[in-house]
């Protein structure tokens, strides 16, 4: 599952991040398991994770076992909701140029 659209308009691994966090909604990930799923060093993964929290769009439950992050609400789709098919114009252009 994809983050909302009005999401996807940041930095290619703040998306990337997003997109792998509402794979994972009701349980969350660790920072090593972001690390697994997003292309990126850990020092950018860290910057992406520090804007995304400052933004409000990512929230840390530290846990008895683990630290676990978890998107916010608002950028979870609704799952009832119809999937949106269309692609948008900016994602038709990053597909074309390998971005």
Do not use: H, N, Y
Not at 77 to 99: L, M, N, Y
């Amino acid at each position: 599952m994809r983050a909302r659209r009005e999401f996807r308009d940041r930095r290619d691994v703040e998306v990337d991040l997003l997109d792998a966090l509402v794979d994972r909604a009701e349980e969350g990930m660790t920072v090593f398991e972001l690390r697994a799923a997003v292309d990126a060093d850990i020092d950018t993964i860290e910057e992406a994770l520090s804007a995304l929290k400052s933004d409000g769009l990512i929230s840390v439950d530290s846990g008895e076992d683990r630290v676990v992050i978890l998107p916010a609400d608002r950028v979870v789709p609704d799952p009832t909701a119809e999937p949106e098919d269309e692609q948008s114009f900016i994602d038709a252009v990053r597909e074309k140029f390998g971005f």
